[in-house]
């Protein structure tokens, strides 16, 4: 091939490799741009082991879809996968919505029908389909590497096949390639086990939210990534999900189910929840009629964090703290103010502030600032407008030796927590939940435990609070109240 024959081929040659930069990079952003926010934190993850728990039409197989095209148009010769129960539910999940996707996309594929899988024209990438009830097709993935791997329906699988997959099939291979990753999608069953339960359940040890994966104490975190969100999230940027949170509501309805109702829960609003098991508090952030805040409010904060009280005539406002100590649970403070004119006072949640390895001297920087001056206090007490009418604390673990040091060292005065007959101080604090006298702070963890915290019925079927769930910012906004 003479000169400029060969250098007008390499020309034609760079053009078509922009062209496909371009189309594939236009692909990417319209695979991101298709998804909701909770969808595009979970595709945009690149974490090494990542799980997502999603109500039932929340479009979890379509982020899933979206994980692995974006995985194959951005690696040269990935190889990718994905289990479903079934090689039929594979195939129905995915097999058909991906080639309708790669097609709206632009980009060409060929598909294998008879082995489920697709391979991209321009760079090789592969996506194989398998169904984890075919172990002899499950075995054949023993010893080969995989860039991304997507697991669907975690709750389906027994706990012994998902461990295998995980640990044994999977697993020791995923090191192979540079930015390898697995994930598992699913709604929550009634069984509160396994190791999709174990990511996924609120407060687990083995994953950390994706939200606070800034957060310096998940600096170089190597566990699991944890990604939720149900229809009701969905609906406020996608149409058809709030076409759909809306039949969900007239289905709630029909069924006559309660909040508590475990398949309302599981199924819908993505939630853990067996079936011998019910809320533990009454809270609820909207009237579910009107959709009018109920027991939430969401005020202008301070850079403390601390709420703006709403502007009443001649209000006289007071203060209350209530702590939890913390033992495997972090420490919590929870504020909270009232109107002492008021005829029916309603508790304000003003502030709060959770945080492990707090002891007394860091408690009572907190609160007293930096001179821990209790007779001119800065820190938290001064932020809320002087001294509280009363602090109160449980004196569970060191607890009580904490609060002794407090009073005698710093100066801090507190009541200790009267932690017996818990069902009916929990019992008394859904009756100001159901009678709209407390509202709590939108985005804190007293809100998200206020939501997910349930009671389990034992052997003798009276109710107790469920082992391993973290519960600080609830019992101290029980001991404020």
Request: proline share 4%.
């Amino acid at each position: 091939m003479s000169d400029p024959l060969r250098k007008l081929a390499q020309a034609n040659k760079i053009s078509q490799q922009a062209r496909d930069v371009s189309t594939w990079g236009t692909a990417g952003r319209r695979l991101l741009e298709a998804c909701h926010p909770h969808q595009r934190n979970f595709v945009l993850d690149d974490a090494r082991r990542i799980v997502a728990l999603v109500a039932r039409g929340g479009g979890k197989t379509t982020g899933a879809k979206a994980r692995l095209i974006r995985r194959m148009i951005g690696t040269h010769s990935a190889s990718t996968l994905f289990i479903a129960t079934t090689r039929g539910a594979a195939e129905e999940l995915m097999w058909d919505p991906l080639k309708d996707t790669l097609e709206q996309l632009g980009i060409e594929a060929r598909f294998n029908e008879t082995k489920l899988k697709c391979t991209l024209v321009k760079n090789g990438s592969q996506l194989r389909l398998v169904g984890a009830d075919d172990k002899r097709e499950i075995e054949k993935l023993r010893g080969i590497p995989q860039h991304e791997v997507g697991i669907d329906e975690g709750a389906s699988y027994k706990t012994q096949l998902l461990d295998h997959l995980l640990f044994r099939i999977l697993g020791p291979r995923m090191g192979d390639f540079e930015g390898s990753s697995i994930f598992i999608i699913g709604t929550p069953g009634h069984i509160l086990a396994g190791p999709f339960y174990e990511a996924s359940r609120e407060e687990s040890e083995i994953a950390r939210p994706y939200c606070d994966r800034h957060l310096p104490e998940y600096a170089d975190w190597q566990r699991w990534s944890k990604h939720s969100w149900n229809l009701r999230d969905g609906a406020k940027t996608v149409p058809a999900m709030q076409r759909l949170w809306a039949e969900a509501l007239r289905e709630k309805e029909a069924n006559g189910w309660s909040d508590e109702n475990p398949v309302w829960r599981r199924e819908y609003l993505g939630h853990w929840a067996a079936d011998d098991t019910s809320n533990m508090f009454r809270y609820r952030p909207h009237d579910l009629e009107t959709g009018e805040l109920y027991n939430m409010w969401d005020p202008p904060r301070d850079r403390y964090g601390i709420a703006k009280l709403p502007e009443i005539e001649g209000a006289d406002w007071h203060h209350v703290l209530g702590m939890d100590m913390g033992h495997s649970d972090p420490f919590a403070l929870q504020a909270f103010a009232w109107d002492a004119n008021a005829a029916h006072p309603k508790l304000y949640h003003r502030y709060e502030f959770c945080k492990k390895g707090m002891y007394a001297r860091t408690i009572a920087e907190l609160l007293l600032g930096e001179k821990m001056d209790a007779h001119n206090p800065g820190g938290i007490i001064a932020a809320l407008g002087g001294w509280p009418d009363g602090i109160v604390a449980d004196i569970a673990g060191l607890g009580g030796a904490v609060l002794d040091e407090l009073a005698n060292v710093y100066g801090i005065r507190v009541t200790k927590a009267e932690k017996r007959d818990k069902f009916d101080h929990v019992e008394l604090f859904n009756g100001d939940l159901l009678d709209q006298l407390i509202y709590i702070l939108a985005n804190t963890e007293l809100e998200k435990q206020l939501s997910s915290l349930q009671w389990a019925e034992d052997e003798w079927g009276q109710l107790r609070e469920m082992k391993g769930v973290r519960n600080d910012a609830s019992d101290a906004a029980i001991y404020a109240r």
